[in-house]
């Protein structure tokens, strides 16, 4: 078996994209995908009767070529509008929720959006916002929201 995989450099290097490939599933960084994209330049290289030695070389230095001029192209592509992004509590502002405890007028209530209860507070608004009604969250203060009735 040995014997084969000397004789056929190339199938070594295709394992070696593969496996490669299999792990950046797991690590999602593209740093792994740059050795399978020198595992893959090799591959090409072992079909012209390269030495094993001069293979290994080429596989190391395309690795850190496309660390260094893809990976960083591919990982600002991927997170393009990244910031953009909001998340946790901050994804709530501008949401719709529906009342689930009496917003007393200068205190407080709670809204119900996506199935989380939220404390809240209308300081906008002179009287109460009963159960049921619909509401639009217009800030955050830690965890609780400053909502206004919605029409």
């Known amino acids: 078996m040995i014997e084969y995989f000397?004789?056929?450099y190339w199938l070594?290097?295709?394992i070696i994209v593969f496996v490669c490939l299999i792990l950046e599933l797991t690590s999602g960084d593209f740093f792994?995908?740059?050795f399978a994209i020198g595992a893959f330049v090799a591959c090409g290289v072992s079909l012209f009767d390269v030495p094993f030695w001069a293979q290994v070389s080429i596989w190391a230095v395309a690795s850190v070529m496309s660390i260094w001029l893809i990976r960083p192209r591919l990982v600002a592509y991927i997170h393009a509008g990244g910031?953009?992004?909001l998340s946790n509590a901050d994804a709530l502002?501008?949401?719709v929720g529906r009342v689930?405890?009496?917003?007393v007028a200068n205190a407080s209530g709670?809204?119900?959006i996506d199935g989380d209860d939220w404390k809240a507070v209308a300081p906008t608004v002179s009287e109460d916002i009963a159960v049921g009604s619909r509401v639009k969250?217009?800030?955050l203060d830690s965890i609780i929201l400053t909502v206004e009735p919605v029409d």
């Open 6 to 8: 000397t004789q056929h």
């Open 12 to 14: 070594f290097w295709t």
């Open 32 to 34: 792994v995908t740059c």
């Open 83 to 85: 910031d953009e992004r």
């Open 93 to 95: 502002i501008g949401r």
């Open 100 to 103: 689930s405890e009496t917003i």
């Open 110 to 112: 709670r809204v119900k």
């Open 137 to 139: 969250v217009v800030s």
